[in-house]
């Protein structure tokens, strides 16, 4: 409903409530006003004819009682002489009791005595009869009485008698009721008419007429209707067959009627001035607010529909209409103001995508000067779709909210990438497209630097082992896809670099990680790629080859470049690597599968010495997978926890003999006895016992037994000298009570110390040489005597050799598959044994294997030996039986050299 409908409807509602009550009221009051005026007149009127009426009643009674003091003789005279004409009177009779007759007669207008009729003389009779009745004090009396259809005033007396008492007489002294309302109607300048006394005024209900007559305080009482009045008049003393006397005015109520004209003159102006008043102020309505709205209007929907925010008002004069333009005006330039210092880029197209609001900040972004006009220019002049969520075009006018990175021309038609939220508003009919552009290019740099950070390696600048597992994933999918694709990954893996880390500091190892790095990269760059996988590890991806010579050639290579020594701070060292290398990669393998094997490759060949290359392809892991591993990793935890409650994991002796063929001890090795797999070697789980965490029990376990062995073989075999020897890895050294618990078990099985040896490896010195040292020393104390395991293997420094209570050196299995390779190797294990024999350490050869190594470790002076030449890991009981035939030693070295 419009403004005008509105305010035309108030002020009619406004006229209708306040107005009509009034006007209604005031009329009626003036109505009911006027009508009591009415009726105090008419009232007035009808107690002048009560007065005229008791005045004539009255003086009918005085004449009634001055005849009656006549004696009869002298009433017969009169009535027979005719002289009581000269009374003003229309009938008077005398009605004997004693005869019951009746004299008497009427006058009528002309003078003339009409002796009553029989009819006359018997009505009469008969009311006064019912008037005298027993009770003759009621005489005299006066009023109304209807004899013969005649009304009559009368005035009645009784007539005293002197003559017999008996007798009595009535007289009757009456005027005829018409006769006297005629010249006092005439004095009362009325329409007068008497009704019957059955006739119900028309003025009064039966209901308010019943009322009245019943209640005498009413006598004399009028009433008014709408256009006649009538009186109702009843004296106390009314006989008769008339006691009742109506007066039926009909005069017109002029007063009334000039009233009603009045008022309906007075309603006509009232509905002209209202009209009036009401068209003229819906003139100045329209004149002095509906136009100026109607202005504001046309304004407000240039901005609506336009997006023109740059539009005001104009100020027309100082009224409230001004006051709400200037309100709307700084609105619109609070909104401006807002849009303009907006800081990122907001533009709002129309349907058709035409650019309709552009704030400073796209300018800003696309590099527009100041005067440049973006509006009415197509959104597609500017942007430019990267990622089809949502944009230009199909995708503009989508209802939902789009997110999408996009690319924008700038002015000068460089491009710069963004962010673009995108909504789509509706304002009645119209939709429009509301784009907020966020500027991306610090982002994209850091989003670079991210990726850089999350798939290169910081120190080095190679791809890391995130960037590694990806392009893993991309060559198994060229395998699918491209036929005859090969590739192979070598892992690489630094040799005992825990050693150089204690040796060099973090910072020195850093830098020979980084020399290692690149010298990788230097031999491998244009045909392979290389990753740092962790710390020590690499990864090198060699595309389109399976040759296991070009394989080996190329390792060979890098494994000369990288022994080439580094030094740091003064400080150098000779870096050494191992190669695990995966061949024959199938288009079924996975990458877990890839990283298993690799591992796998590396195992073995750090158990042959440092610096090896081990190769393994997809068949051989397989193949190795079903005899060697057969746990997943998730499982295993639970199965070695079983395997220890339930004593799966049982010591195997391997001797170690004197190179003269004399049994010198054993070496306690583990093996599990898997009710399912049957015996598997350390290789199978020692790995995934160090990841589990389990080794520290295995050690515990494998030491307990060699502890309770030896007690009982020093107790079957006194006559022997013999040792037996338990290893104790780098996880179960660092445990705080492993260096007791040796020593507990000791004491528990009251073994002679001499008879235990606990082997360690170099590994247990790198993070605290000192508490390393405290620990053996405490072992030493003791009476255990300690062998370094491994020997020659690591980083392996002198001081180890001064400082540490070490009473064995264990040349490791390496050195001693190479001894015939060259001379340097041979050269090598030979100082390593005078060193030993200098600083007064035994030396055991690990490893042995056939006569020629026995024979050349004799003339080096070597003095024991442990491998297969000698014997395979045994059961204790097959172990025990060496003890008992200790000669058989001594036949194995007479036998001639090969």
Known sequence: MSLLKKFLYSVLGLLVVLWAPMTFNSGRAIFANFEAVEKRIFVRDMNRFDKYLQVEKETLLQNAVDLAAYNPALLEKIFAAGEIHILPIQMIALLDFSTGTMKGYQIDAAGRRIPVSPAFSQDLTQSIRRIYGEETSLFPVSGLLKIDEKDFIVGITPVPTHERQDTQSVIVVGESLEKFLAPVFRVLEGDFQLLDPEQTPPAISPQELSQITDNPEHIGVAFVSDKEAVVYYSPANIFGQRDKLFVHSNVKRLVYKEVIRTLANRYVWIVLLSSSTLILVLVVFDKLILSRVKKLQKIADDISYKWQVHLRIPLEGNDEITCLSRSFNTMLMALDELISNVPDPLILCGADGAILLANASTRELLGCQEGTGLVQLPFDSIFIEKEKTAGPGDGLLKDEENVFEATMRRCDGSLIPVEIHQATLTFGSNAYTLSIARDLTERKVMEARLVKMAFYDSQTGLPNRHYFLDELEKELRNIKTIPYYAFCVVFVNMDKFKLVNEQMGPRGADQVIVKVAERISGITMGFASVFRLSGDEFGIIIRGTNSREYVRSLLQRIQHMLNIPVSIDGKTVFPSASFGVVLDIQASNTSSQILSWGTDALIKGKKRGIGTITFLTSEESTEESKHHQPYNILTLQASMQRALLSSEFVAYFQPICQLSSRLAGFEA?????????????????????????????????????????????????????????????????????????????????????????????????????????????????????????????????????????????????????QLFLSEKNSLMVRSIINMARDLNFDVVAEGVENKDQIHWLEESKCSKGQGYFFSCPLPSEEAENLLADAKIFEELRQEPLS
């Open 669 to 817: 090795l583990v093996r599990w006895i898997h009710p399912k797999y049957g015996v598997l070697s350390p290789g199978a789980f020692i790995p995934q016992a160090e990841e589990t965490g389990f080794i520290t029990e295995i050690d515990k376990s494998v030491i307990s037994q060699a502890i309770r062995t030896a007690k009982k073989w020093s107790a079957d075999y006194p006559e022997i000298s013999f040792f037996i020897s338990a290893n104790a890895s780098g996880a179960s050294f660092k445990d705080p009570g492993f260096v007791h618990f040796v020593c507990d078990r000791i004491q528990e099985e009251d073994l002679d110390p001499r008879y235990f040896v606990l082997e360690v490896t170099e590994g247990i010195f790198i993070e605290s040489l000192e508490a390393a040292n405290a620990k053996l020393k405490i072992l030493r104390d003791f009476g255990v005597k300690i062998a370094l395991d491994d020997f020659g293997t690591g980083y392996s420094s002198l001081q180890y050799m001064s400082q540490l209570p070490i009473n064995y050196i264990k040349i490791d299995k390496s050195f001693i598959d």
